[in-house]
């Protein structure tokens, strides 16, 4: 079998994908969550937070290699509330952490990915973050997120 030509120049790539850093979950409600994720399998609730831009309400959860981010939403035009209202609760996202987000966004829109954020904007904790399509990543919605 013959392999088709790499259309893509090799450039050296600019950044490093570093691990997991969180995978987000679509809630209705904050409440039963911590019933079972703390009281039951003992995670410790690290920040419960308002992220007026994306209108949604943050409870992040350790566990020890990775974080569970689960999004409420708090207004109905919130992309978390159409999300819900398109698939249902459950996995929205996975973010992976990167050790430079700009030359990322930079390089992987060079290769014709599709960004949905094309600068970093901030995010939970703090953190840098954009948003990749899911048309470009097999159907999941990725994060990029660099720690300052
Ligand atoms: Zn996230």
Do not use: W
Request: proline share 4%.
């Amino acid at each position: 079998m013959m392999l088709k030509e790499n259309p893509y120049p090799m450039i050296e790539r600019p950044f490093k994908i570093l691990g997991i850093e969180h995978i987000g979950i679509a809630v209705d409600d904050l409440n039963g969550i911590s019933d079972f994720f703390d009281e039951l399998l003992g995670l410790e609730l690290l920040s419960r937070e308002k992220i007026d831009d994306q209108q949604v309400i943050t409870d992040i959860y350790e566990t020890g290699s990775g974080k569970l981010e689960f999004l409420k939403a708090t207004d109905k035009n919130s992309p978390i509330s159409r999300f819900i209202e398109k698939k249902g609760t459950g996995m929205h996202h996975i973010a992976l952490k990167v050790d430079n987000l700009q030359a990322a966004l930079d390089y992987l829109k060079g290769q014709g990915v599709q960004l949905i954020d094309t600068s970093p904007r901030i995010g939970v904790e703090g953190f840098k973050i954009a948003f990749l399509h899911p048309k470009s990543t097999g159907g999941v919605l990725i994060e990029l997120c660099e720690k300052k």
